[in-house]
């Protein structure tokens, strides 16, 4: 097909007969020569042509010796023409076939020209991998030598596998060297010799480098279920040449399918059409959908249960099944962007695009136009997602209740709002905020109001910017917005910029505005000054020569110091200027000229207006002692900037340590390790800790001192020790809120917890979780401190057998129950009596004279010398506090009840003489008006004197009540007025009745003989509440102690030694010997009275009389327990012994050891007391006559018997038999067998 010869002046250029080119481009198959042939019939031009020649060489590489010198003398286009056919290089210029480095950069860009390398290049290694790298095929024209080179071809194999297929017969066989190819290329595996396809090394290496080396397995590995797992892992439609019987693995199948959705696709037909399966699959990967049998595929029940685990799966379902609104809703339920993939009948559907548009506002963008004009839609897009405004339909942008809602959750969305409502304030309003920038969608009429800019200027000087042109130049609104937005200057009119009245309201408001005045006004004395009295750095906008004016300045560095910065050099070098400057701002020091800071007036004047100004001072004041004190006096942070030499002088950081905590972090290690340095600071500020050394901080003892010191400091206490249980307790029963710095495992250990939580109830707070709910815990620590409560777990806060426990143990606890146990009356009751109990006197010096009226009354006494207090009827049910039977039988548990009941039943008076009638305490809980009645309290107190406590401050005051309750009863005398307690009637009429009502007369009546004499006859220990006058009056104390000898006490020294009076007190109460005179202890007389009255009494007897066997025997004989204060010689007399134990076993325990081993004497201990076995001698332990007479009154006798006699069956039959029959003949009228009585023993 090559075209005629042609005349050569009539030849046209290549471009002009691309006939001639099609021949050249396009020659017949038989032979290449064919387009070298019609080059050699085309004219010379032709063959200087670069295109011409190139459209030749692309069909055949010997038309390149055809083209002319020029071309083929050309390096680049020689190159070009290698690049467009290979064979080319065989016809280059010799120069080039034998030049390496030309021939090496046409390999780079065409392997295979390596063909056409001579037989010397083509052994040539980096020639070779060069042409590899461009055409792995060229390996196939390396010299037989580099073919069978296993580094080479591994090289070449890492290029591309397919080279390995070219390489010696030798290497495809050899397993180290196909592995190690196959690991570097999987491909290489196609070309391994057939047994090396089939080996499971082999294969395993080549699919974890790329799956898909499975298809170049042999059969056995595509059966291997672990290669195959490997493949599908890396490239899961490897799955697609695997076994038949691996296709039908579902868990295989399944873990291909989760990377892939398509490998499902190669499972087998049975696995496709399994529900379950299927749907697993599609679970794991929703485009495997399309790979499930056809019959699943048009299964709507399948679908429906594919789109609820895999909603975006819509996209896969079959066309009918898209319009299923069944199936589409269930996809909807769990992503609205399914909606994309909804039949387009769906998306027009209301009912379905707000389903899409509550789980995801966004997709109302794949609704229909029409719905997108449903307000109901919008609304619940917009509320989700306001930018969704942007597709609402052209009404609805008009529309102002959606668009209001849009514009407040993002301002910006106001640009797709109507032009109506960007004119409209409200709108512009809520979208603006605080973002003056979304002005630019608002409309002209709005950005040209004045009253709404000015509003939205106050809150943001940006809006300034975007105000109409016509407010900007406005100079009286302009005025107002510089009053209350100064930066707002910026944005006004340059004309305004000049206007002396608008740049001094600017600057008022905020200096920083000067920046926007004009030159002349920044040049403006006055102005300027303004500017630098708001903001110092205004000086930085002044012009240069007012920064020469030192007024101007100094009233700038008041301001701020660093404006001295923008002072004229001059006014800096000046030290009178700068005195007057650092004075105003300490930190102005920064800015003074270098021989000013190290003038040590100039820089103590700096430091003490502000400490850290002492960092700019020169290096020698840092080492200055007084300078660098002053510094640090301010702040102690200021040492920072002293020298070294300064913070190892020891005497000074002690002296700054103490004035200054924080001073310790500067100071050297030998002070930050010495306790008492540091505890000075810790004491003053709870951070000094962490400035201590680490082993100090590490110290038990010191940390447990610390915490008595400043326990704050516990959250800076290392980690170690704060997980250590003695020191976390002593930190959090400072302050409980310390549990947050604890360790972790103490936040489970109630001991811990229980202790915060008594200092900060919060503490649960910070507690292990479990805590909260832990029902033994929280019970232990509601005990202590209710308020535990508001902490705990509202799910044990609904336990009503929880809250009723805690009620128990705290009636507060009602607070925080609800509603339905306020209600109950039994809850309530039990709250009323716990909260009632919680408010007793736990302490004997509360109680005062209980040894005498018993403690009952003292209770009583003490309850009702307290002003009213809240009772847990206040946290009842209201029905309950104005229910007259309930609050009735609540009064009785406390009288508080009645101050917390219904305001009608506070008021109503026979209900309130009702409560009276069971508790008088109850009297302070009635309505004012009924407390204020002359004839109602009057006949209240004379029910019940303790109703006094209840009325009103006058009648308190009013003798005929006070008279009147005092008669009812003498304690009443506590709630009479002060006037009252002076009044010697009413106060003798209250101790005749009761004595101890002494304690609540005027000072001047106890000193009166008559009342204290009343009183003391009434109640001998009345005489402590007596004058110290009478309490030496010999008549008064005689009366006392007749009547309680124990009133010896209060008797004046004097009296003590009083025999007659001594006697008479000691033969009432023995135990008054021990307020005898040192005198009469020794008098035998008195003695014998008191050891008579009570043995024990003994132990105030004079040593001489302790000698006494007469006198001991008369204690021993009384109490056997008096022996211990007899004499050793006594303890040792079998007479004075024998009488003790016989009157108290256990006074063997105090007997000499001879008598302890007495057989007499222990047999009439036990006899006596069974336990006294404990006391006897050893040998009496062994011995059985002794030991079964213990047993017989001590059924553990045996556990004090030796060793020998445990051990001896007989024994221990008879003891239990003794023992058995002592319990029977004590267990008169019992019913049922002795057996019974065994758990009294102790075997």
């Given at each position: 097909?090559?075209?005629?010869?042609?005349?050569?002046?009539?030849?046209?250029?290549?471009?002009?007969?691309?006939?001639?080119?099609?021949?050249?481009?396009?020659?017949?198959?038989?032979?290449?020569?064919?387009?070298?042939?019609?080059?050699?019939?085309?004219?010379?031009?032709?063959?200087?042509?670069?295109?011409?020649?190139?459209?030749?060489?692309?069909?055949?590489?010997?038309?390149?010796?055809?083209?002319?010198?020029?071309?083929?003398?050309?390096?680049?286009?020689?190159?070009?023409?290698?690049?467009?056919?290979?064979?080319?290089?065989?016809?280059?210029?010799?120069?080039?076939?034998?030049?390496?480095?030309?021939?090496?950069?046409?390999?780079?860009?065409?392997?295979?020209?390596?063909?056409?390398?001579?037989?010397?290049?083509?052994?040539?290694?980096?020639?070779?991998?060069?042409?590899?790298?461009?055409?792995?095929?060229?390996?196939?024209?390396?010299?037989?030598?580099?073919?069978?080179?296993?580094?080479?071809?591994?090289?070449?194999?890492?290029?591309?596998?397919?080279?390995?297929?070219?390489?010696?017969?030798?290497?495809?066989?050899?397993?180290?060297?196909?592995?190690?190819?196959?690991?570097?290329?999987?491909?290489?595996?196609?070309?391994?010799?057939?047994?090396?396809?089939?080996?499971?090394?082999?294969?395993?290496?080549?699919?974890?480098?790329?799956?898909?080396?499975?298809?170049?397995?042999?059969?056995?590995?595509?059966?291997?279920?672990?290669?195959?797992?490997?493949?599908?892992?890396?490239?899961?439609?490897?799955?697609?040449?695997?076994?038949?019987?691996?296709?039908?693995?579902?868990?295989?199948?399944?873990?291909?399918?989760?990377?892939?959705?398509?490998?499902?696709?190669?499972?087998?037909?049975?696995?496709?059409?399994?529900?379950?399966?299927?749907?697993?699959?599609?679970?794991?990967?929703?485009?495997?959908?399309?790979?499930?049998?056809?019959?699943?595929?048009?299964?709507?029940?399948?679908?429906?249960?594919?789109?609820?685990?895999?909603?975006?799966?819509?996209?896969?379902?079959?066309?009918?099944?898209?319009?299923?609104?069944?199936?589409?809703?269930?996809?909807?339920?769990?992503?609205?962007?399914?909606?994309?993939?909804?039949?387009?009948?769906?998306?027009?559907?209301?009912?379905?695009?707000?389903?899409?548009?509550?789980?995801?506002?966004?997709?109302?963008?794949?609704?229909?136009?029409?719905?997108?004009?449903?307000?109901?839609?919008?609304?619940?897009?917009?509320?989700?997602?306001?930018?969704?405004?942007?597709?609402?339909?052209?009404?609805?942008?008009?529309?102002?209740?959606?668009?209001?809602?849009?514009?407040?959750?993002?301002?910006?969305?106001?640009?797709?709002?109507?032009?109506?409502?960007?004119?409209?304030?409200?709108?512009?309003?809520?979208?603006?905020?605080?973002?003056?920038?979304?002005?630019?969608?608002?409309?002209?009429?709005?950005?040209?109001?004045?009253?709404?800019?000015?509003?939205?200027?106050?809150?943001?000087?940006?809006?300034?910017?975007?105000?109409?042109?016509?407010?900007?130049?406005?100079?009286?609104?302009?005025?107002?917005?510089?009053?209350?937005?100064?930066?707002?200057?910026?944005?006004?009119?340059?004309?305004?910029?000049?206007?002396?009245?608008?740049?001094?309201?600017?600057?008022?408001?905020?200096?920083?505005?000067?920046?926007?005045?004009?030159?002349?006004?920044?040049?403006?004395?006055?102005?300027?000054?303004?500017?630098?009295?708001?903001?110092?750095?205004?000086?930085?906008?002044?012009?240069?020569?007012?920064?020469?004016?030192?007024?101007?300045?100094?009233?700038?560095?008041?301001?701020?110091?660093?404006?001295?910065?923008?002072?004229?050099?001059?006014?800096?070098?000046?030290?009178?200027?700068?005195?007057?400057?650092?004075?105003?701002?300490?930190?102005?020091?920064?800015?003074?000229?270098?021989?000013?800071?190290?003038?040590?007036?100039?820089?103590?004047?700096?430091?003490?207006?502000?400490?850290?100004?002492?960092?700019?001072?020169?290096?020698?004041?840092?080492?200055?002692?007084?300078?660098?004190?002053?510094?640090?006096?301010?702040?102690?942070?200021?040492?920072?900037?002293?020298?070294?030499?300064?913070?190892?002088?020891?005497?000074?950081?002690?002296?700054?340590?103490?004035?200054?905590?924080?001073?310790?972090?500067?100071?050297?290690?030998?002070?930050?390790?010495?306790?008492?340095?540091?505890?000075?600071?810790?004491?003053?500020?709870?951070?000094?800790?962490?400035?201590?050394?680490?082993?100090?901080?590490?110290?038990?003892?010191?940390?447990?001192?610390?915490?008595?010191?400043?326990?704050?400091?516990?959250?800076?206490?290392?980690?170690?020790?704060?997980?250590?249980?003695?020191?976390?307790?002593?930190?959090?029963?400072?302050?409980?809120?310390?549990?947050?710095?604890?360790?972790?495992?103490?936040?489970?250990?109630?001991?811990?917890?229980?202790?915060?939580?008594?200092?900060?109830?919060?503490?649960?707070?910070?507690?292990?979780?479990?805590?909260?709910?832990?029902?033994?815990?929280?019970?232990?620590?509601?005990?202590?401190?209710?308020?535990?409560?508001?902490?705990?777990?509202?799910?044990?806060?609904?336990?009503?057998?929880?809250?009723?426990?805690?009620?128990?143990?705290?009636?507060?606890?009602?607070?925080?129950?609800?509603?339905?146990?306020?209600?109950?009356?039994?809850?309530?009751?039990?709250?009323?009596?716990?909260?009632?109990?919680?408010?007793?006197?736990?302490?004997?010096?509360?109680?005062?004279?209980?040894?005498?009226?018993?403690?009952?009354?003292?209770?009583?006494?003490?309850?009702?010398?307290?002003?009213?207090?809240?009772?847990?009827?206040?946290?009842?049910?209201?029905?309950?506090?104005?229910?007259?039977?309930?609050?009735?039988?609540?009064?009785?548990?406390?009288?508080?009840?009645?101050?917390?009941?219904?305001?009608?039943?506070?008021?109503?008076?026979?209900?309130?003489?009702?409560?009276?009638?069971?508790?008088?305490l109850s009297f302070g809980g009635a309505a004012p008006q009924v407390t204020s009645d002359y004839d109602f309290v009057l006949t209240a107190v004379k029910l019940d004197g303790r109703a006094l406590s209840g009325a009103s401050d006058a009648l308190r005051n009013n003798k005929a009540i006070a008279l009147a309750a005092v008669t009812a009863r003498g304690d009443a005398l506590m709630y009479a007025s002060d006037a009252m307690r002076s009044n010697k009637e009413v106060v003798l009429t209250a101790v005749e009745l009761w004595g101890p009502a002494l304690r609540y007369a005027a000072e001047g009546l106890r000193g009166t003989k008559e009342v204290v004499l009343a009183a003391v006859g009434t109640w001998g220990l009345a005489l402590q509440h007596a004058s110290d006058r009478l309490r030496g009056d010999r008549d008064v104390v005689l009366v006392a102690v007749a009547n309680d000898g124990l009133a010896l006490l209060h008797a004046a020294p004097k009296l003590t030694d009083d025999k007659e009076l001594v006697l008479a007190a000691v033969g009432l109460w023995g135990a008054a010997l021990e307020y005898a005179s040192k005198r009469l202890r020794c008098d035998r007389d008195v003695v014998m009275t008191a050891v008579k009255r009570w043995g024990v009494a003994l132990q105030f007897a004079d040593e001489s009389l302790k000698k006494d066997k007469e006198v001991v025997l008369a204690a021993v004989s009384t109490?056997?327990?008096?022996?211990?204060?007899?004499?050793?010689?006594?303890?040792?007399?079998?007479?004075?012994?024998?009488?003790?134990?016989?009157?108290?076993?256990?006074?063997?325990?105090?007997?000499?050891?001879?008598?302890?081993?007495?057989?007499?004497?222990?047999?009439?201990?036990?006899?006596?007391?069974?336990?006294?076995?404990?006391?006897?001698?050893?040998?009496?332990?062994?011995?059985?006559?002794?030991?079964?007479?213990?047993?017989?009154?001590?059924?553990?006798?045996?556990?004090?018997?030796?060793?020998?006699?445990?051990?001896?069956?007989?024994?221990?039959?008879?003891?239990?038999?003794?023992?058995?029959?002592?319990?029977?003949?004590?267990?008169?009228?019992?019913?049922?067998?002795?057996?019974?009585?065994?758990?009294?023993?102790?075997?």
């Open positions: 097909l090559s075209p005629p010869p042609l005349d050569a002046t009539h030849m046209p250029s290549a471009s002009a007969f691309p006939a001639v080119r099609i021949a050249v481009a396009f020659p017949p198959p038989s032979a290449s020569s064919s387009s070298s042939a019609a080059l050699g019939r085309v004219t010379p031009e032709l063959l200087a042509d670069r295109s011409y020649v190139l459209a030749a060489v692309k069909v055949s590489g010997n038309a390149l010796a055809k083209a002319a010198p020029t071309l083929t003398e050309d390096r680049e286009f020689v190159l070009q023409a290698i690049r467009q056919n290979a064979g080319a290089l065989a016809h280059a210029p010799a120069s080039f076939r034998d030049d390496r480095h030309f021939v090496l950069e046409a390999l780079s860009s065409c392997g295979a020209a390596l063909e056409f390398a001579s037989h010397a290049l083509r052994a040539d290694r980096e020639l070779v991998l060069a042409a590899v790298r461009s055409d792995p095929r060229s390996l196939e024209h390396a010299s037989e030598a580099l073919r069978d080179d296993r580094s080479f071809v591994l090289e070449a194999v890492a290029e591309s596998g397919c080279a390995l297929q070219y390489a010696a017969q030798g290497l495809r066989e050899d397993k180290d060297f196909v592995l190690a190819a196959v690991k570097r290329s999987a491909d290489a595996l196609a070309f391994a010799g057939e047994r090396l396809r089939s080996d499971a090394e082999v294969c395993l290496a080549a699919v974890r480098r790329d799956g898909s080396a499975l298809r170049h397995a042999g059969k056995e590995m595509r059966d291997s279920r672990r290669v195959v797992v490997m493949a599908v892992r890396g490239h899961p439609s490897s799955l697609a040449y695997a076994s038949e019987a691996l296709k039908r693995d579902g868990e295989l199948v399944l873990a291909a399918v989760r990377l892939d959705g398509a490998a499902l696709g190669f499972a087998a037909e049975l696995l496709r059409g399994d529900r379950d399966f299927a749907l697993a699959a599609v679970k794991a990967n929703a485009t495997a959908l399309g790979h499930v049998g056809a019959s699943l595929r048009t299964s709507r029940d399948f679908v429906i249960d594919v789109v609820r685990a895999r909603p975006l799966a819509l996209e896969h379902i079959d066309a009918s099944l898209r319009r299923d609104r069944q199936v589409v809703l269930a996809a909807l339920d769990l992503s609205g962007f399914a909606l994309q993939f909804a039949d387009p009948v769906l998306r027009d559907d209301k009912e379905i695009v707000l389903a899409a548009v509550a789980r995801h506002p966004d997709a109302l963008a794949f609704a229909s136009p029409a719905i997108r004009g449903d307000k109901d839609v919008m609304m619940a897009a917009v509320r989700g997602s306001p930018s969704t405004l942007e597709l609402a339909a052209p009404h609805l942008k008009d529309d102002k209740e959606l668009v209001l809602t849009a514009v407040k959750q993002c301002g910006f969305t106001l640009k797709f709002a109507g032009d109506h409502l960007k004119a409209d304030q409200d709108v512009v309003r809520a979208a603006v905020g605080t973002n003056a920038s979304i002005l630019e969608y608002a409309s002209k009429s709005v950005r040209e109001n004045k009253d709404f800019m000015l509003a939205l200027v106050e809150t943001n000087s940006s809006a300034m910017a975007y105000a109409g042109k016509a407010l900007r130049k406005d100079k009286a609104f302009t005025i107002q917005v510089m009053r209350t937005c100064g930066e707002a200057l910026k944005s006004v009119d340059e004309k305004l910029k000049d206007d002396a009245e608008v740049v001094t309201a600017a600057v008022m408001n905020s200096g920083s505005a000067l920046e926007f005045a004009s030159d002349r006004l920044r040049n403006d004395r006055g102005i300027v000054l303004k500017a630098v009295a708001q903001k110092g750095s205004a000086l930085v906008h002044a012009m240069p020569t007012l920064r020469f004016d030192r007024n101007v300045v100094l009233e700038a560095v008041a301001q701020d110091g660093s404006a001295l910065a923008y002072g004229a050099e001059e006014l800096r070098r000046d030290k009178d200027f700068a005195l007057a400057a650092v004075a105003l701002n300490g930190m102005a020091l920064q800015y003074v000229t270098p021989e000013l800071k190290v003038d040590k007036q100039v820089v103590l004047r700096a430091v003490r207006a502000n400490a850290h100004a002492l960092e700019h001072a020169d290096s020698r004041l840092k080492r200055d002692r007084e300078t660098v004190l002053a510094a640090v006096l301010q702040d102690g942070a200021a040492l920072a900037y002293a020298l070294e030499s300064v913070r190892n002088d020891d005497i000074f950081m002690i002296s700054a340590i103490a004035k200054q905590p924080c001073v310790l972090q500067y100071a050297g290690e030998r002070l930050r390790n010495n306790a008492e340095v540091v505890l000075g600071a810790v004491k003053s500020d709870k951070n000094a800790l962490k400035w201590a050394t680490p082993s100090l901080r590490n110290d038990r003892d010191f940390v447990l001192r610390m915490l008595r010191t400043n326990s704050g400091a516990f959250e800076h206490v290392p980690e170690g020790l704060r997980a250590d249980r003695g020191i976390a307790l002593a930190a959090v029963k400072t302050d409980g809120l310390l549990l947050r710095h604890v360790a972790e495992v103490l936040r489970h250990d109630k001991d811990v917890v229980l202790a915060a939580i008594v200092s900060k109830p919060k503490a649960l707070d910070l507690a292990a979780p479990s805590m909260k709910s832990d029902r033994e815990f929280l019970l232990a620590a509601a005990r202590r401190n209710i308020e535990v409560l508001r902490a705990a777990d509202p799910q044990i806060m609904n336990d009503r057998s929880f809250v009723m426990d805690a009620i128990r143990v705290n009636g507060t606890a009602l607070l925080f129950a609800s509603l339905e146990i306020r209600k109950d009356r039994n809850a309530v009751m039990l709250a009323i009596q716990a909260m009632a109990e919680a408010s007793m006197p736990r302490d004997d010096d509360d109680l005062g004279m209980c040894s005498s009226v018993g403690r009952e009354s003292c209770v009583e006494t003490f309850a009702a010398s307290n002003t009213l207090r809240l009772s847990a009827l206040a946290y009842a049910a209201q029905e309950l506090q104005a229910d007259p039977e309930f609050v009735l039988r609540a009064v009785e548990v406390d009288p508080n009840v009645l101050g917390n009941a219904d305001l009608r039943l506070r008021q109503d008076r026979d209900f309130v003489l009702q409560a009276l009638q069971r508790n008088g109490d056997g327990l008096s022996l211990p204060y007899a004499s050793a010689e006594l303890k040792a007399d079998r007479d004075v012994v024998l009488m003790a134990v016989k009157n108290c076993g256990s006074a063997l325990a105090h007997a000499a050891e001879a008598l302890r081993g007495d057989k007499q004497v222990a047999l009439v201990a036990v006899a006596a007391r069974g336990q006294a076995l404990r006391y006897a001698a050893p040998a009496l332990q062994a011995d059985k006559q002794v030991v079964l007479a213990a047993a017989k009154s001590w059924g553990s006798a045996l556990t004090c018997a030796s060793e020998a006699l445990r051990a001896d069956e007989a024994f221990v039959r008879s003891v239990m038999q003794a023992r058995l029959a002592t319990v029977g003949a004590g267990a008169t009228k019992t019913t049922g067998p002795a057996r019974a009585q065994w758990s009294t023993m102790s075997l």
